[in-house]
């Protein structure tokens, strides 16, 4: 489960009500209740709502303050879940440190992100295994095994796997991650 106190403890150091915080994020006052208090989980759309709020990155929220080498081993990537998906997300890079940000991201069969996201920076995306489908505002793009692409974080964007099978996809990003 994911652990909402980190949201209710970066809200409080900003000063932020419930409510404050959700005008600046667009989630309601009573789902950040919930996550804050271990109730539900959020969506990952949700998390990079909060994000954007908050003005931190995905990874200040996600990870912990113990990493502070400049190295992340395989066998020690922070590798995140979220309910509703079969998704898996695995931060290549060290938690809260510099401003840049790597995941990997592994996508099932038909999984796809519901709602179109945006934040401050740049993406850059390649395909490792597999193909998947990236909306950018109105247009839609089918990448291929190899095929890499990149646009400001601040288009609407969102990327499904139409395939029946598991899409593996690296991701740099810079700036705040919603």
Request: proline share 2%; aromatic share 6%.
């Amino acid at each position: 489960m994911f652990d909402g106190k980190k949201i209710r403890q970066l809200r409080i150091e900003q000063n932020l009500s419930l409510k404050d915080l959700s005008e600046k994020s667009g989630v309601s006052l009573s789902m950040i209740s919930q996550i804050e208090r271990r109730n539900t989980d959020p969506t990952l759309t949700t998390l990079y709502k909060l994000c954007k709020g908050l003005d931190v990155s995905i990874s200040t929220l996600l990870g912990t303050d113990e990493q502070t080498t400049q190295i992340v081993r395989k066998n020690e990537r922070k590798t995140v879940t979220f309910p509703k998906s079969n998704s898996k997300y695995q931060l290549l890079t060290p938690i809260n440190e510099g401003t840049i940000e790597m995941i990997m991201i592994h996508l099932e069969a038909g999984q796809e992100d519901q709602q179109l996201v945006e934040h401050s920076g740049e993406e850059c995306g390649y395909v490792v295994k597999g193909e998947m489908t990236i909306f950018l505002g109105n247009q839609e793009y089918i990448l291929r095994e190899g095929d890499s692409i990149r646009f400001k974080s601040t288009t609407p964007h969102r990327f499904f796997n139409h395939t029946d099978e598991t899409v593996i996809s690296i991701w740099a990003m810079t700036g705040r991650v919603l």
